[in-house]
């Protein structure tokens, strides 16, 4: 699939089909994302591969809002950032959850980013328990990990819509040469 095609294809898509991804497909998306660029070159993604239906049930109940739809995915890759490499870890994840969902699309699957770091599980209590700690009660996060998001995926079951029409030019700023 050429670069642009790639790009337009990639949508946030929340429902799935049944049918699962195979082991090695998962595992040759995620070698594809682990060749995301990094700070300093330190390597500090981490990926977390989850394509067990309790589990996955049990990450939609991470928020009560934006992570529901996880019902429905057939698999799910959590992406941590190592803290002991580099201060810039999360710039380090978004790169690397980018590419990740490219990579989906790549394979003719469809994805949904899920925000954990930083997130409350209940909307109402931003103090509360965060989705983050939800999930290190079920899921063996390495210590020095923090977890930047989840990336939910599966084969889509229905098209999506093309991205709607907008101004792109209005997000471009130019300095000009005199």
């Not at 002991?84 to 959850?97: F, G, P, Q, V």
């Not at 989906?104 to 989705?131: F, M, N, T, Y």
Request: hydrophobic content about 35%; aromatic content about 8%; proline content about 5%.
């Amino acid at each position: 699939m050429e670069f642009k095609e790639l790009i337009h294809k990639r949508r946030s898509v929340r429902r799935f089909s049944p049918t699962t991804p195979s082991r090695e497909v998962l595992l040759d998306i995620v070698r594809d994302a682990l060749t995301a660029p990094s700070s300093r070159n330190t390597h500090s993604t981490r990926f977390m591969i989850v394509d067990d239906r309790t589990t996955l049930d049990k990450m939609a109940e991470m928020r009560d809002y934006g992570s529901g739809f996880m019902t429905d995915a057939t698999a799910a890759i959590v992406v941590m950032g190592d803290t002991t490499k580099t201060d810039l870890w999360r710039e380090n994840c978004a790169i690397s959850a980018t590419m990740l969902q490219l990579a989906i699309v790549d394979h003719g699957l469809a994805s949904c980013w899920v925000h954990v770091g930083g997130r409350p599980r209940l909307k109402e209590q931003p103090e509360g328990e965060q989705a983050e700690e939800y999930l290190r009660t079920f899921l063996d996060i390495p210590a020095e990990c923090e977890v930047e998001c989840v990336i939910a995926l599966g084969y889509s079951d229905y098209e999506p819509k093309p991205l709607p029409e907008w101004d792109a030019e209005s997000s471009i700023v130019w300095h000009t040469r005199e």
